[in-house]
């Protein structure tokens, strides 16, 4: 596909832009998370799901990790290989290994904890003699000969360049979390080696060599783009830059920007991951052409294919794969109501989407972002993690009746296994955004966050799930004068907000409530939240409802198919809290009784999210 003219001279304008995006733009707020390591989870049922995780990240054998990689070097290794998708002879083997180096060197970065420290030193070596015995930057798990069919035939191998981006990003994670120059050095020799083989073809076979309209296309590049462009924030290369600009396929990027609605029918995270891409893009150019793109893409998944849950991605409308029958693709815009298999809501795609939202929340500050974030939050990410033994779900099925099937942490090393342990590594990131001297708080856990450039302590307590109401606490040796903006979600349609024990407003459902004054040290901010149940239709059927409880989506505990008497608008009525500390709920249904709990909190049992209803509302 040949670019026409105008998307080339907006390209160009966006490369000789430099850093704009950086600074504000046509009003726009730009805001950005506080380090990880200054957020720090103070204990709760959140901080129980990230030891979960760091304890499974600490039983893996970092031979076990390395074995393919020493394999296609030539090396020796003893060690037993690991399983699933991590196999010996399956394509996709090494990525895992990536997702490791991302998710370990955020535990190291927040904790400085000795047992990973030691283990990623270890494995940054020895993926450093497996570079230098290949010889020319190339480093792998599989060999180069898939690079050649890739290139020949355009699929035949199992995705080469989303296994080689995720080796790329971790590395350049375990460098920036941990300072590991090695780590650096690996990467820009990976970067370099792909730089040779793209300038070796045509414009015509790049083209089709990254063309992934298809069902699981065995082409998928993962996010090269987005790495490559975080790189070149850090090299400030413009060989980077422009070797980033060629992963971003004109034929997706430029519907998106003018806000056509392509993603029918497409494998969800292939393009998902290719969107975050763009939004880096956009940060390191400041191109109009990323930010419109990345923007309509968000709107256009919301409003069309995410399910109650914020997360998305199900049955292919034509389905050539025996995959696509089920799982992993996007459908008609606004028909979800038929997609309802038991492969839906890919955890990738989860917390893809949540990263997504996150970057555009940097770009506006606009509460409609921290709104589907916190829904993500809780009903797509925590919900997908076992609470009891950490085991994390490839699909998050919200039908009825449903049951979560995981992954073996010890066998079945695929995507989404990858995908979890960097979003349980993450639990303390975007609960706090500043810019400036102000102060964003758009997420509700038990944190210590230490704002080192005000020198301003602020804790905050309580559960909010269960109390309904947080506290927050300043800690600081001088008083400052600095804006505070409280996020309301649309759930509550308002909460009351209090300084020192005095209330001094009221917050709205789907707003920021600033508070801007002098604050003092031990001053402390409580919000009460307002609490109710709400039901939420699929798009294009009324009679299919879910029903949630303040932020918490909510799933009947029943192994049998949930088919209601009562209308939906009767529904509400016939829902108590039975049991607010062990978060049980009960609707009671024309003489049945049913128990809900939130589906972050189902594990084994049997469940259902999406019910029907014998009648509409009146």
Known sequence: MRPNKKILSLLLIGLLAGNSAKSEEDGKIHAVPFPIEDVVLQPSWVKQRESLNINWLKS??????????????????????????????????????????????????????PVLAKRLNYMIDELGKCQSVLGNGYLSAFPETDFDTLESVFGGVWAPYYTYHKIMQGLLDVYRNTGNRKAYNILLGMADYVARRMSRLDESTISKMLYTPQANPANEAGAMNEVLYELYGISHDKKHLQLARIFDRNWFLQPLAANKDILSGLHSNTHLVLVNGFAEGYDQTGNPLYYDAVSNFWNMLQSAHTYVNGSSSG???????????????????????????????????????QKLTAHLFTWTCAPKYADVYMNTFYNAVMALQNHETGDCVYHLPLGSPRQKKYLDGQTDFKCCNGSSIEAFSLLNNNIYFHQGNELWINQYIPTVLDWKDRHITLTQTGDLVRDHHIGI????????????????????????????????????????????????????IEICFDFSFRIEHMPDDEQTIAIFYGPMLLAFQSPDEIWLKSSSSDIASGLKVTDVQNLVFSLDDYGTTYQLRPLFAITDESYSVYVRTDRLSD
């Open 60 to 113: 893996l054998d970092a031979d076990r990790l390395l074995h393919n990689f020493k394999v296609n070097a030539g090396l020796p290794s003893s060690a037993t290989p690991l399983t699933g998708w991590e196999s010996p002879g399956i394509g996709l083997r090494g990525h895992f290994v990536g997702h490791y180096l991302s998710a370990a060197s955020s535990i190291v970065k927040k904790y400085g904890d």
């Open 315 to 353: 049955p292919r409308p034509n389905a050539t794969t025996p995959t696509s029958l089920t799982s992993e693709h996007w459908s008609i815009p606004g028909h979800l109501g038929n997609t309802l298999t038991r492969e839906i809501a890919e955890s990738c795609v989860s917390h893809n989407t």
């Open 473 to 524: 606490t300043l800690s600081m040796q001088t008083p400052h004068t600095l804006p505070v903006h409280l996020f309301i979600p649309s759930w509550s349609k308002q909460a009351g907000i209090f300084i020192n024990g005095k209330q001094v407003g009221t917050g709205e459902g789907g707003s920021f409530f600033t508070l801007n004054r002098q604050w003092n040290d031990s001053d402390r």
